[in-house]
């Protein structure tokens, strides 16, 4: 657990300066129980804890979070839980069990932050609700992550990424006109949510402060994704406008796609300013193109894709892709080579902002993963250790609070533990 993590995460220093301790990170002091599974809420604990929080991770005896099997897995060990669960303790906890609902409370009794994401009325089932958990603990924040809410006529349904991508608009926006809606591989609206989350319990901590009192937030998974899809509900309640399917190309802007080079790879082309879009036409050989009316704006020149796409996409095909990004580059027009995560990996300047960092792990020794979110230059966050196995705190967090082995192997023998 206490093994060596990365070097802290800092903004990069104008000059050589003194050494001096780096100070604690910003949310040290904080502890927060990570109840919830898969991947919104513990998302939001992960990104706490990178920045000083204590982060308990509470997991079912025999249930483990479902993200330890998610995707590739090594000798066995799940690499997603790796980063999901970095900087987490982790112990077990039936709470559906006398024992393991009184040991929450006394947990919840010395916390500041709880992060579950059960069904609307599952921790009332148990009498693990807010009026319990606040009697616990006057100051404590109740997060509460599901797919639709705790209200609604939608509530009590099973809800995950996938649903939010399609209910908010994304998927009806995303793929080629032609084609059918699009869904991500991987968990954006999760995500999303995540990083909503994590504002959410910041903003709650805040009022705490003015207040002196705990309260509960409500996150949706539906809402975040909802607000990361921009003025579309403003669009349609003011003009009756409806974004369809486009494609790679964009309604306010062009040229704006993804096109092949001469080597057979693929850069991606944004023209959003439009000095930028006139650099492009220059530097592929098409001035006369400003000079068209309809260029003078960006929704103008989205309507003539076709056109602008032919121009750009004919002058990319003739040249390798690192003379493209020169190319580019030199006129200080606006590309970026499409990478996988190869490239990602050796990408300089992600190199050069610590993004991918490497951090030691017990289990499967040194481990590459992306690096905590954001620098901040007086008080970093870090990777302490990647995720944990299943339960290993267990007996180290209890009996720092208080319980007994007499009391924990009660625990275990009702089946609590």
Do not use: C
Request: charged share 20%; proline share 10%; glycine share 10%.
């Amino acid at each position: 657990m206490t093994a060596p993590g990365p070097r802290p995460r800092t903004a990069p220093a104008p000059a050589p300066a003194p050494l001096r301790t780096v100070p604690a990170p910003p949310l040290t002091g904080l502890r927060v129980l990570d109840l919830a599974t898969l991947f919104a809420g513990p998302l939001a604990a992960t990104m706490l804890g990178d920045f000083g929080a204590e982060v308990i991770k509470v997991e079912h005896p025999a249930k483990p979070d479902p993200s330890r099997g998610h995707g590739p897995s090594k000798d066995g060990v799940g690499l997603w839980w790796k980063v999901l669960g970095r900087n987490k303790r982790t112990i077990t906890l039936n709470l559906s069990k006398p024992g393991g609902r009184a040991t929450l409370l006394r947990l919840a009794a010395t916390a500041d932050v709880v992060i579950e994401n059960f069904r609307p009325g599952t921790l009332e089932k148990w009498d693990l609700g807010w009026p319990e958990l606040s009697a616990a603990n006057p100051r404590l924040i109740l997060t509460r992550v599901t797919g639709f809410g705790q209200f609604g006529p939608y509530a009590h349904r099973p809800g995950f990424g996938t649903l939010a991508e399609a209910m908010s608009g994304f998927a009806a926006l995303t793929g080629e006109p032609d084609a059918p809606p699009t869904l991500p591989p991987f968990g954006l609206a999760d995500s999303i949510a995540g990083l909503a989350t994590a504002y959410a319990v910041l903003t709650a901590l805040a009022a705490r402060d003015r207040t002196g009192e705990g309260q509960v937030v409500d996150m949706a998974l539906i809402e975040p994704m909802l607000l990361a899809l921009g003025p579309q509900p403003t669009w349609y309640d003011q003009l009756g406008y409806v974004q369809e399917r486009t494609g790679n190309r964009s309604a306010n802007n062009a040229p704006r796609n993804t096109y092949r080079t001469a080597d057979g790879t693929w850069v991606a082309v944004s023209t959003s300013a439009q000095s930028i879009a006139e650099r492009v036409m220059h530097l592929v050989g098409r001035p006369d193109l400003i000079d068209e009316p309809w260029f003078a704006t960006g929704a103008d020149r989205a309507r003539h894709a076709d056109v602008l796409d032919k121009a750009v996409g004919d002058w990319i095909a003739r040249h390798t892709r690192a003379d493209v990004l020169a190319a580019f580059e030199k006129a200080e027009a606006a590309v970026a080579p499409i990478q996988d995560v190869r490239e990602v990996m050796t990408d300089p300047q992600y190199a050069a902002l610590g993004t991918i960092t490497t951090v030691d792990d017990p289990e499967l020794g040194p481990l590459r993963m992306q690096n905590v979110l954001f620098r901040l230059s007086a008080t970093p966050g870090t990777i302490r250790w990647p995720g944990r196995p299943h339960g290993a705190d267990t007996d180290e967090i209890l009996t720092d609070l208080g319980l007994t082995p007499t009391e924990l192997a009660a625990l275990r023998e009702e089946g609590a533990l």
